[in-house]
C-alpha cells in the first residue's frame, strides 16, 4: 500500500490508506487517542480507538510524542466538525522515532526563542501559511513575465563592482582579487535586455544595511524585469500590472493560508490598475501639510514613508525623486535635470517601499560623468558602458522585494517570517 497525501485524502474516502508524517499533537480521552498528524500537505485528525486496534497499536499511541515521526494506517471517513474535513479512523500505528521533548509548543514563545528555533519552527501552521504565499508570489510572477515572454536571465552572485551604492556591499575575496556579493542583478539584465529585449531575473540580493528595522533583511530577493525601448510610464505600467497579477493569484490560490492568517482581504481585492502616480514635489507638500518635518531633496525614511501609504488604499507610485539621492544609473527628466526618472511602489498600510525603478541613462557621457560624480571606479564598469557603445536605446526597469511584497500581502508584521532562514543585522544562525 503506497502512502497517501493528507491533501489528496478526499479522494480515498472510505479506503484504507497509509501516511507518513508527524504527530503534531496529542489529546486523549478513556479508550480514545487523537493524534494530528501532519505530512507537509496538510494535517488529519487520527482516532485510535482501543476497541479497533492490537494491543501495540495503543501503546503506540500512549508513546508518541509531539513531532515523532509516525505511519499510521486506516480508513478515511468524512468528518465535518474534524479540521479539514476528514477523519483517519487508525488501523495501526508505527513510530518510525519517539521525539524528544520538542521545545515549541502551542504556548506562546518570545521571537528570539523562536527565530533560534527556525529549523523547528517552520513546521508550524503560520509559518507553513506564509511561505505557501511566498512560493505563491514568486510562481505567479514568473508566470506573469513567462506569458509575456520575457526571458529569464540568471545574474551572478560575485560582483566586481556596485550597484546600489558603496556603503553596503558585502567584500569577499575572490582568488586574491576583491569580490562583493550581489546588490541587485541589475546591470546584466540591463545587458539582457540589449540582448534579448525583455528580461527578468529572480535572484538573492546582499546589503550589509545596518538598519535593524521591521523591512529590512541582509540577505533578500529580488525580481527584476528590464525591458528595452521602454519609458518610465511604460515601466510603471508593468509593474502595477505585474503586482495586480500576483496578488489576484495569491487572492484566487492560497484562499486558506490568508485565512490562517487572518488577513481582511478587502483592501488585495481592491488593488487592481492603475495605481497612482505622485510625483516627489507632491509628496514633499503632502507630509508638509501633515506637519512634518520634511525638506525638498531628502529621501523618505519609515515614518515619512508610513505616513504617505495612510492616504492610499492600494500601492502607488513615487515618480521623479531628486537625482542626488538615487543610484547612479538613473536617467534625468530633461525638463527637471534635478530629478531622476525614478518610480518607487509604495504598498498601503503602512508597509512602504516594495519596488524600486527607474527609466536608465542610455547616453555614454552622461552615464560616465554619473560615473564620475558618484566616484565609481570606471574600469570596473566598461563592460556596462560598452552596453551605451554598441547600439544603446531606451529602457527601463525595476526590483520587487520580494519579502517586502509577502509581508505586505500576508500583514506581518515583520520581515524575519518572510524567508524560511532570514538573515539579519544580528542573526546568522540557523
Ligand atoms: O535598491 S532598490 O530600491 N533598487 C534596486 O536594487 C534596483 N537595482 C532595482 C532595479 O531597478 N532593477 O531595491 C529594490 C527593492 C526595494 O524596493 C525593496 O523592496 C527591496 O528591493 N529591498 C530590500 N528588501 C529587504 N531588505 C533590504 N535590505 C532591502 N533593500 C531593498
Known amino acids: ?20 508524517g508527524w504527530v503534531y499533537n496529542k489529546t486523549h480521552k478513556g479508550k ?37 515521526s509516525v505511519i499510521v494506517y486506516g480508513k478515511i471517513k468524512e468528518e465535518k466538525r474534524a479540521p479539514g474535513g476528514y477523519e483517519l479512523q487508525v488501523t495501526k500505528l508505527d513510530i518510525i522515532q519517539v521525539a524528544e521533548e520538542y521545545p515549541i509548543s502551542p504556548k506562546e514563545h518570545g521571537d528570539s526563542f523562536l527565530m533560534d528555533h527556525r529549523h523547528l519552527w517552520l513546521r508550524s501552521t503560520r509559518q507553513h501559511a506564509i511561505l505557501r504565499v511566498r512560493h505563491e508570489i514568486i510562481r505567479a510572477s ?48 540591463e545587458a539582457g535586455a ?17 538598519s ?35 496578488v489576484q493569484s495569491v487572492l484566487e490560490n492560497r484562499k486558506n493560508e490568508l485565512e490562517i492568517l487572518e488577513r481582511d482581504t478587502k483592501i488585495l481585492e481592491n488593488s487592481t490598475p492603475p495605481y497612482p502616480r505622485i510625483h516627489y514635489d507632491e509628496a514633499v507638500k503632502m507630509l508638509q501639510d501633515m506637519g512634518m518635518d520634511f525638506a525638498w531633496g531628502s529621501d523618505f525614511g519609515a515614518p515619512d514613508e508610513t505616513a504617505l501609504t495612510e492616504k492610499y488604499d492600494k500601492p502607488f507610485f513615487i515618480t521623479h525623486f531628486p537625482a542626488e539621492i538615487k543610484a547612479f544609473y538613473m536617467k534625468r527628466d530633461k525638463d527637471r535635470p534635478e530629478c531622476a526618472l525614478a518610480c518607487d511602489m509604495l ?81 546568522l544562525t540557523p
Open 142 to 189: 514568473r508566470e506573469f513575465f513567462d506569458n509575456r515572454d520575457f526571458v529569464l536571465v540568471d545574474t551572478p552572485i560575485f560582483t566586481p563592482s556596485a550597484c546600489e551604492g558603496t556603503t553596503t556591499l558585502f567584500e569577499t575575496d575572490y582568488f586574491g582579487r576583491k569580490a562583493y556579493l550581489t546588490q541587485s542583478g541589475q546591470l546584466y539584465a
Open 212 to 246: 535593524k528595522t521591521r523591512r529590512h533583511l541582509i540577505e533578500f530577493w529580488l525580481i527584476e524585469p528590464e525591458v528595452a525601448f521602454y519609458d518610465l510610464e511604460d515601466n510603471m505600467k508593468l509593474a502595477e500590472e505585474h503586482i495586480a497579477y500576483v
Open 347 to 427: 504598498a498601503p498600510e503602512g508597509y512602504g517601499e516594495i519596488i524600486g525603478g527607474s527609466q536608465r541613462e542610455d547616453d555614454l557621457n552622461e552615464l560616465l560623468s554619473r560615473i564620475a560624480e558618484h566616484k565609481l571606479p570606471q574600469e570596473a564598469f566598461e563592460w556596462f558602458l560598452d552596453l551605451r557603445r554598441y547600439g544603446t536605446v531606451p529602457h527601463s526597469g525595476y526590483g520587487l522585494g520580494i519579502e517586502r511584497l509577502l509581508a505586505w500581502i500576508c500583514k506581518l508584521p515583520h520581515v524575519r517570517e518572510t524567508l524560511p532562514f532570514p538573515r539579519m543585522l544580528h542573526r
Open 32 to 68: 480514545l487517542y487523537f493524534l494530528m498528524v501532519r505530512d507537509g500537505t496538510g494535517m488529519i485528525q487520527s482516532v485510535v480507538f482501543k476497541g479497533d486496534v492490537d494491543e501495540e497499536t495503543f501503546e503506540n499511541a500512549e508513546k508518541v510524542t509531539q513531532e515523532s
Open 194 to 210: 540589449m540582448a534579448f529585449g525583455k528580461v527578468y531575473t529572480c535572484s538573492p540580493a546582499f546589503r550589509a544595511e545596518k
Open 1 to 20: 500500500m503506497d502512502g497517501v497525501y493528507i491533501n489528496k485524502v478526499s479522494e480515498h474516502e472510505g479506503s484504507e490508506v497509509k501516511i507518513y
